[in-house]
């Protein structure tokens, strides 16, 4: 039985007929064709299909499109401006926070919702919240420094909304 | 994989989430699917019908009153890990909660469906036992009250009922100056525990122990209470040499079994490692822990 399903993703609103056990990833790729987001493990281990719903970081994977039905989606695809990336890519290019490129939208969601929540997030906290992503190629270290090196952005952007 | 084929609703009132499931052998309820849409993914449940609960009214906040803690089934870890008052009004279960899974998941999962899937090595089910707590559900016949301890019967069982929803956890009061730790012991952060412990007890007076309450996850089917220890502890003054029988105790006390996390016997030494290493902590933080 299928389901139509009205979100808005990126801003924009979407619509999908979609079987109730499609999760919200596939939806997105395979319904909606933004193939931004990665599917790895498919049951909430990797994190890299991490998107952001009503403003938090969830596993697209462990959520079903039908459970989105009216609700605000962010992915990777929303990130950047046009061809200017946001300061939190441009902070992943400029520390090699990747190399093979798989797991770095569930990274960037994940970092763009805790930055946005707490701009000024200790290494310790951060190091904590990306505990959820896994990247076989990094070794970690330059994805922590990006994120740490992308929160004055936050910061001022915070500053400029309140 | 891709999940099996199954119908979906999302009622708006409990009485008809509740005849949905009444009406619809195999029906299941989803709350925020941390637990149950891995299980779907992996095809070890095969329900007919996910009945949605996300717009039912009031099982979303955290009650505080001197009668104890009431929270909503819908509560979401990340709402127990940013409320303040938690940290005086009940610091065990706040501590407990924080190591549940990773961020991500901890924006979606809830009380209520980490009770329901009742794993033996979860924290909620945990501490709902150690500190006695009263699950209440809902169901055609109306509302039950269960004990933690009649809840979990076995791993992944619950004495729920097919048309029962769980609506909220009432936690007793938790005083000031209560004595508590916990430990669990994971290879990663956020991974499920391999064996966690959770003391806690008050001092009178008299500066010996009283109510003592250790809770084990992790080495039983179910998340189970150390009755033995717990008599050991009360009435006594907290020294090493208390705390060596009680560690010795607690591994004797634990039957746990062998899976391909760790081996039995490893888990059993280590619940008598954590039990002793909870409650020096317990002893020596008081009460600003």
Known sequence: MKMRIEFELNGKPVSAEVEPRLTLGDCIRHELLQTGTHIGCEHGVCGACTVIVEGDAVRSCLTLAVQAAGKRVQTVEGLANGDNLAPLQQSFQKHHGLQCGFCTPGFLMTAHALLTHEPAADEERIREVLSGNVCRCTGYLSIVKAVMDARPAYQANKAVQS | MKMPQFDYACPSSLEEAIQLLSDNEGAKVLSGGQSLLPLLAFRMAQPTLLVDIQKLAGMDRIEISADGLRV???????????????????????????????????????????????????????????????IVAVGNAGERVIKAADFFVAALETSLQEDEIITEVRFPPWPSGRRWAFHEFARRRGDFAIAGVAVFFDIGSDGVIADAHVGVIGAGDTPIRLDAVEQLLNGQRLD??????????????????????????????????????????????????
């Not at chain 2, 909660?97 to 329901?116: E, F």
């Not at chain 2, 705390?243 to 634990?254: D, K, P, Q």
């Open chain 2, 72 to 134: 909503g089934a819908r509560v979401r870890w990340c709402q127990i890990e940013d409320d303040k008052r938690l940290a005086t009004a009940h610091p065990l279960f706040q501590f407990m909660i924080n190591h549940v899974a990773h961020y991500q998941i901890r924006n979606r999962g809830t009380v209520g469906g980490s009770l329901a899937h009742a794993d033996p090595s979860a924290e909620m089910p945990g501490v709902a036992r150690v500190c006695d707590c009263d």
């Open chain 2, 240 to 289: 090493e040499e208390l705390i060596g029988r009680a560690r010795h105790l607690a591994s004797e006390t634990v039957d746990p079994q062998s899976d391909i996390h760790a081996a039995g016997d490893y888990r059993k030494s280590l619940v008598g490692t954590l039990t002793a290493r909870g409650l020096r902590d317990a002893a020596s933080s008081g009460a600003v822990k």
